[in-house]
């Protein structure tokens, strides 16, 4: 089945560390997204890659790296520079970042606790 | 920057009635206006969408209706069901229309 899948579905890191979270997608899609998720904020967007081995800056990538080295995959690492870390995180992608008029399809999410 | 408001903040509907959410957008020079769907600990899909060509689109039980003049669009759910209760997220395309810009989300509830 197609799909996107990420990994860990819960992860605790405790304050200093880094971590990074798992997105891979076998859906063949150009684009790839990741978006955090807090109660009441909606789905912000952290970075994006349109392309492999190129990747933009969103809303609030402070704290936040990424890379695209192979069109499937696109890990995120949530870094000790990010004050808030705590939130679910959602991978998509979609078939052509040329136009949004595409579909975005989503991961089911990895919900991050700072302990 | 593209700006997305989304009202209400939750929602408590009867079986059976209709469940309506809101959302304004600031500019876009493109018009795709998505709604997802998101169940507790899952990540959304896409319920329906609406392009340029028309000003409303019905899918089944939902409707999107599309005021461009007024930069607004709305989302209707006919004959709500318990099985509707779920977020949902409007969304309409940033500036350069390479990335889609979230609303806050409704919580809807649809009360048996």
């Known amino acids: 089945d197609g799909g996107i899948t990420q990994s860990p579905k819960y992860l605790f890191r405790k304050e200093g560390q880094n971590v990074t979270l798992s997105c891979e997608q076998n859906l063949n899609h150009d684009a790839m997204y990741w978006y955090r998720q807090d109660p009441g904020q909606g789905l912000r967007l952290i970075y994006y890659?349109?392309?492999?081995?190129?990747?933009q800056k969103g809303d609030i990538a402070e704290g936040y790296s990424v890379s695209r080295e192979k069109k499937e995959s696109f890990p995120l690492t949530v870094t000790s520079a990010q004050k808030n870390p705590t939130a679910f995180y959602l991978c998509?992608?979609?078939?052509?970042?040329?136009?949004?008029?595409?579909?975005?399809?989503f991961g089911p999410g990895t919900r991050l606790t700072v302990l | 920057q593209q700006q997305v408001k989304q009202s209400p903040q939750s929602l408590i509907v009867q079986k059976g009635g209709i469940s309506i959410i809101n959302c304004a957008y600031e500019?876009?020079?493109?018009?795709?206006f998505p709604w997802y769907q998101q169940f507790p600990g899952k990540g959304p899909a896409l319920l329906i969408a609406?392009?340029?060509?028309?000003s409303e689109k019905k899918e089944g039980r939902f409707t999107i209706s599309f005021n461009k003049s007024a930069k607004q669009f709305s989302l209707h759910i006919m004959d709500s069901q318990p099985g509707d209760s779920a977020t949902y997220f409007c969304?309409?395309?940033?500036?350069?229309?390479?990335?889609?810009?979230f609303g806050a989300g409704t919580i809807l509830r649809v009360k048996s």
């Open positions: 890659s349109q392309i492999v081995n190129d990747f």
């Open positions: 500019n876009t020079a493109f018009d795709y």
């Open positions: 609406i392009r340029p060509d028309v």
């Open positions: 998509a992608s979609s078939i052509d970042p040329r136009t949004t008029y595409n579909e975005q399809f």
């Open positions: 969304a309409a395309p940033g500036k350069y229309g390479n990335k889609l810009v």
